[in-house]
């Protein structure tokens, strides 16, 4: 952030040069400079690149408000608060002005006399853009009053007439002009507090108890709403929904890369994690987003995976810290463990009722297999499968340390096995590699070469 500028007087703000601009003009300007730079206006946005955010683009260049529709998870709201960047880093208002209003353009009868009346010394304030940006989220107990606003008694009680504009305490839309305002889960607001916003966005002007107000507002309105919220919950009105420049459709990461990406830029991991889980995680979450098992009109969110990884990572750092390991490494028995508390985040279809903790597992087990077997196709595990011969078995589990587990294998003479799985993964550390062997022996498992018995927290391939 840079310094807030040093103008304290509408007169050093006019021998500045400073040029003022309507919102709309504001967001178009700098997001044509920003795309003509070769600067990308969306950071930590992944898989919109070349469907939601050109048509978001198009709509700012036309200066429309804007609905967003998807499901759960598909990054609505991170796009909404991502539109702040394309603000400028600071803006005048006159100091003391309830709505904000820029110097040149005031929109009460108040500010206006007061910028006649002082003149050049009007006094000046500075918003950062961050303060620029208000969110609400729809309930349906949110009233008029919180979004447009209310006459005030105490102000009446003070001496002031109803119908005079000081009377009334502004509510969220009026409070965010010159600057954009969202309104999360659109449908959930009652129809009537709908009805609210149609002047509001159209002819600008505030109705409030009767009394109107000519306001200009300078605001830009975005939403973002669930499609199935329109039979579940509630709906978008249609005259509301005629407000709205641009309707336009979200949806989950279309390649595998884009998933895996928003899982290390969101999640918070208290230990390592090896990729090729990520990957495991992403390719679960894309099966469960397949299924027809699932609801799919709910959807399965990127919180999903989120929430995966960082519940696998949080396994991995208990045992490490239980057991006394040296380092924190996730491994698979740590996902298998994740899934038991990630279910309630997925909707089944009515007819699956009783199914799905099988459902799941055969999706983890599908995905595991898809990540690993590139990985492991060319090695000969010949020695390994002959070790384990009935006699010989390898034991994993939750609470089983990575050095546990790699003194338990058994010995394959002069193979080089287990450098070839650990060198077909990249794994270097101890827990590297003993993740790296697990999985391998649960692809041979997946592949039928050897048997596998889980139960109380612990596995044992043989």
């Known amino acids: 952030m840079s310094e807030r500028p040093t103008i304290t007087t509408l007169g050093e703000l006019n021998a500045s040069g400073h040029r003022y601009r309507p919102l709309r003009e504001e967001i178009r300007e700098n997001l044509l400079a920003r795309l003509g730079a070769g600067e990308n206006p969306w950071p930590g946005l992944h898989g919109l690149e070349h469907t939601v955010i050109p048509q978001v683009e198009r709509a700012l260049i036309a200066g429309h408000d804007i609905v967003l529709l ?11 608060r991502t539109m702040v960047g394309l603000l400028d880093e600071w803006t005048p208002y006159v100091l003391g002005s309830e709505l904000r209003e820029h110097p040149a353009a005031p929109i009460t009868e108040a500010t206006r006399s007061r910028v006649i009346d002082e003149g050049d010394d009007t006094p000046i304030g500075w918003l950062h853009r961050d303060e620029r940006y208000s969110e609400k989220l729809a309930t349906p107990d949110t009233s008029v009053a919180d979004l447009i606003g209310d006459v005030d008694p105490m102000r ?3 001496g002031r007439r109803l119908g005079d504009p000081e009377t009334i305490h502004f509510g969220l839309i009026p409070r965010s002009n010159r600057g954009i305002v969202a309104i999360n889960e659109l449908p959930d ?4 507090i709908q009805v609210s916003m149609l002047n509001i966005m159209e002819e600008r002007d505030v109705q409030i108890r009767g009394y109107t107000l000519r306001l200009p507002l300078d605001v830009l309105v975005v ?4 499609p199935e919220d329109y039979t579940n919950r509630g709906r978008i009105i249609t ?9 336009i459709r979200t949806h989950y990461p279309l390649a595998l890369a884009d998933e895996i990406a928003v899982i290390g830029q969101e999640a918070h991991l208290t230990a390592e994690v090896p990729p090729i889980l990520l990957e495991i995680l992403a390719r679960f979450t894309r099966q469960l987003r397949e299924s027809p098992a699932v609801n799919q009109r709910s959807g399965v969110s990127a919180r999903f995976t989120i929430a995966g990884a960082e519940t696998v990572a949080a396994a991995a750092k208990h045992r490490s810290v239980v057991k006394h390991e040296p380092e924190a490494v996730a491994r698979l028995v740590d996902l298998e463990a994740a899934v038991d508390v990630l279910a309630g ?3 089944f279809e009515p007819g699956e009722e009783g199914r799905e903790w099988q459902i799941m597992e055969y999706l983890l087990r599908t995905a595991t297999a898809e990540a690993v077997r590139p990985r492991v196709r060319e090695l000969d595990f010949a020695p390994l499968i002959a070790a384990l011969d009935g006699s010989t078995t390898v034991s ?5 340390t990575a050095a546990e587990f790699l003194a338990g294998l058994p010995d394959l003479g002069e193979s ?6 650990a060198a077909a993964f990249d794994a270097s550390s101890e827990g590297e590699r003993a993740a790296a062997v697990e999985l391998a022996l649960e692809a041979l498992y997946l592949s039928r070469k050897i048997s596998k018995d889980s139960g109380e927290g612990e596995t044992i391939y043989g």
């Open 70 to 80: 998807g499901e759960r998870g598909q990054g609505k709201t991170r796009l909404l």
């Open 416 to 421: 080089t096995l287990y450098e070839d799985i």
């Open 156 to 158: 009446v009680a003070e």
């Open 239 to 247: 005259p509301l929904k005629d407000r709205f420049g641009a309707e």
């Open 223 to 226: 939403a973002s709403a669930n």
């Open 189 to 192: 607001l009652a129809e009537r």
């Open 345 to 347: 985040k997925v909707e």
């Open 396 to 400: 994993t589990g939750e609470r089983v």
